[in-house]
């Protein structure tokens, strides 16, 4: 803090690396975390261009309005930024703002008369039922890793899950009997997820070999379902490469990601009858609204549907 005609102006960046701390305490997620304060310093490097010595002015929180907010979405807009990632970015100043008026440094929010970009609704990316079925069966299951693999691909079709849920998951957390994984969500909420037969057997085939990516000493405080190669939790991006690597191998003829598996496990539960409040309970969406952008995907099923059952069709 530095003190600015008898009143203590709290630096930005001072505040930034405070919010963080903030965020931590409320056991928010670390790419949670780490997305908002990246989108914070970006916004700080714009307020403070360095001169051509390198010197950067100072800028304290109580300089912030949403005349300068305005301006830095102007500036997004100049650079082409999608409009996705401007809204985020006014999100994580809402957000920060927020914290600084529950703690008396803002008399307002000024982030909140700034509005939102309007975000052009997309229909998510999804295979076939036959293309999954392809790229489940890619792996080459003589080795270990590919069964690792074929477990990965299998468990985030059955269940739905997050990326990053997906690499959280412990030992522990399946239940064989049941056939059950226990999901931690975003905000740290736990839900209970079904697997079913393929993805059952996968899981125990590689849980047969996973001995041989176990490495001693590892450093992990609990025991990972899944490890890369030198025996530690795999990480989202790996498994990301590992979903782009088996849809080129099958020559899938579009790109594919884990959440596009995510979407695949929606869409195809959706086509086969389940009711939206099943699937939102299953995907962990906190909102009935977020889950209700699959109907839009089976609008062809329906049509469909139609054509073959209507009489008059």
Do not use: W
Request: charged share 25%; net charge positive.
């Amino acid at each position: 803090m530095v003190p600015l005609g008898g009143v203590f102006k709290i630096l930005m960046k001072e505040a930034i690396q405070k919010f963080a701390e903030h965020l931590k305490v409320k056991n928010a997620s670390p790419h949670t975390i780490r997305n908002y304060v990246s989108d914070l310093e970006q916004f700080y490097d714009y307020l403070t261009p360095s001169d051509p010595h390198g010197n950067r002015p100072e800028f304290s929180v109580q300089q912030l309005d949403n005349l300068v907010i305005r301006e830095y979405l102007g500036h997004l807009y100049d650079h082409k930024i999608e409009k996705s990632s401007m809204a985020r970015k006014i999100s994580a100043l809402r957000s920060f703002c927020q914290v600084l008026c529950r703690q008396n440094i803002l008399k307002e929010n000024p982030a909140q008369l700034v509005k939102l970009p309007k975000i052009p609704k997309k229909i998510p990316n999804h295979l076939t039922v036959e293309d999954c079925a392809k790229l489940i069966e890619a792996p080459d299951l003589s080795t270990p890793l590919g069964k690792r693999d074929r477990a990965i691909l299998e468990l985030l079709y059955a269940c739905g899950v997050r990326v990053s849920e997906l690499s959280d998951l412990n030992l522990d957390d399946i239940n064989y009997k049941e056939c059950l994984i226990l999901v931690r969500g975003k905000g740290k909420k736990e839900r209970l997820a079904p697997f079913g037969q393929y993805c059952h057997r996968a899981l125990e085939a590689y849980l047969k070999e996973r001995a041989a990516l176990t490495k001693p000493n590892s450093g992990e405080p609990r025991m990972p379902l899944f490890l890369n190669h030198s025996g530690t939790r795999l990480t989202t991006r790996s498994v990301a490469r590992i979903v782009e690597k088996y849809a080129r191998l099958c020559g899938l003829s579009q790109k594919i990601s884990p959440h596009g598996l995510r979407h695949s496990f929606a869409t195809h539960m959706l086509n086969s009858g389940a009711d939206l409040r099943s699937i939102q309970e299953l995907l962990g969406h906190k909102s009935l609204s977020t889950t209700q952008k699959y109907t839009h995907l089976s609008v062809g099923h329906l049509i469909e549907q139609y054509d073959k059952a209507h009489p008059k069709a």
